[in-house]
């Protein structure tokens, strides 16, 4: 059973109402202060929460958490105790955190809070592989009027199984992280021999991934029906493309170099717990989808998605759109046998809505370059130009409060 936060409960800790980290989200993730080691912590409102600090002062009591779980700097091996740990984590930080805790567990919390100005974020997960998914029926339908044709948009294969391709994990950087604008073989226009250049092509992908905290065996499916089990939270993902060189070297094994440079993530993750009352149904499939990735119900997640170019705001999508949900992108992944690892990386591919002002890629929003978008300062763009700063930011909207996901920001340089 899920454990969602009461939406009345409210915190000692001071925070506006719509603020993405209020005490029903109490996501994970890693900081460190200085040149200080990294340490696992939540957040409520704008105050790290040094999860470390508050176990070993005996103020958060978890049973399970007996071999120094909170003492890594990733992470992997507190979620690899199961979500009844997490759970329970997130149950006791609402205790402590209630604006009805007592005055001295008040004050015995507030030696271990931290506000983020004075920390610095990491990637809080050891990521071992990472596929990136190709899920928004509006995005692949894009790609494929403009370089191919309107009847022939979606490939044959699109509408019966979620296709991806295993990314590169190494370059997954945090938030905050420049962005190198890469180099590699492109082809002119007009050209049948290609050169070596630097990208004048770069795009962002507007994405969310989720994070597996339950393995699977090798050789055993992760039934659709069990998927959501093996899922321990969202992050929100950015995917960043160098169009002119995916082109030249996409075919016939798919995205490499025009990829693998770099993918920026956003510090924290978020339990889906958190998201449960987020749940919505997804679009209507046709056709049916095998029996293995059959689905009722709920799946995907009203979360609200924004792309900001410098200080423009330039796109707005939401998670509702995905055509394939996360747990059939799962299903998919390990029907074959292949076996999931905890800590692993899954992202939906970009995500693009119905209309133009929210689809998910320059690529899409400038119409292959056809059609510039201008920015608050009057400046034009096509693709991404050195020092733009790109941001993506996420949440969920309840009545009485927001679940956010934090910001995923990169500059290119």
Not at 207 to 235: C, R, S, W, Y
Not at 292 to 301: E, I, P, T, V
Not at 332 to 347: E, K, P, S
Request: aromatic fraction near 10%.
């Amino acid at each position: 059973m899920s454990f969602i936060i009461d939406s009345n409960i409210k915190s000692w800790i001071s925070y506006s109402e719509d603020h993405g980290f209020p005490i029903q989200n109490l996501p994970l993730g890693v900081y460190s202060v200085g040149h200080g080691s990294k340490r696992i912590c939540s957040i409520i409102g704008d105050q790290i929460i040094d999860l470390r600090g508050l176990f070993e002062a005996q103020l958060l009591k978890i049973n399970e958490i007996q071999n120094n779980e909170l003492a890594q700097e990733y992470l992997n091996s507190l979620i690899a105790l199961g979500k009844n740990v997490t759970r329970s984590i997130r149950k006791e930080l609402s205790h402590l955190f209630t604006k009805d805790a007592s005055p001295s567990i008040q004050e015995s919390c507030k030696k271990h809070l931290i506000p983020i100005q004075d920390v610095q974020l990491h990637v809080p997960i050891e990521i071992g592989d990472y596929t990136d998914f190709y899920s928004s029926k509006e995005h692949a339908y894009n790609v494929g009027v403009m370089f191919r044709d309107p009847a022939n948009a979606l490939m044959p294969n699109w509408l019966h199984l979620p296709v991806g391709y295993h990314g590169r994990a190494s370059s997954i950087i945090v938030s905050g992280t420049p962005i190198k604008r890469p180099s590699g073989q492109i082809l002119p226009a007009n050209s049948e021999v290609p050169v070596f250049s630097q990208s004048k092509q770069l795009d962002f992908e507007l994405e969310m991934g989720f994070v597996i905290g339950k393995p699977n065996e090798l050789g055993n499916p992760i039934p659709i029906d069990h998927a959501t089990d093996h899922i321990q939270g969202l992050m929100l993902f950015n995917d960043w493309s160098a169009r002119d060189i995916q082109k030249w070297e996409y075919v016939p094994l798919g995205p490499f170099l025009g990829k693998n440079f770099a993918s920026t993530i956003a510090p924290w993750l978020v339990d889906l717990d958190a998201l449960e009352p987020f749940k919505t149904v997804g679009p209507v499939q046709e056709p049916k989808p095998l029996t293995y990735l059959a689905q009722d119900g709920k799946n995907n997640y009203d979360i609200q998605l924004e792309v900001w170019l410098n200080d423009t705001l330039i796109s707005k999508s939401n998670t509702k759109y995905l055509y394939w949900s996360m747990i059939q992108q799962l299903a998919h992944h390990t029907v074959n046998g292949c076996n999931m690892r905890i800590g692993d990386l899954c992202a939906s591919g970009t995500i693009s809505g119905p209309t133009p002002e929210s689809y998910g890629s320059m690529l899409e929003l400038a119409w292959k370059g056809t059609k510039p978008i201008t920015l608050n300062d009057g400046s034009t763009r096509t693709f991404l130009l050195d020092s733009d700063v790109l941001t993506l930011k996420a949440y969920a909207q309840h009545d009485q409060y927001r679940i956010g996901f934090g910001e995923c920001s990169g500059k290119v340089m």
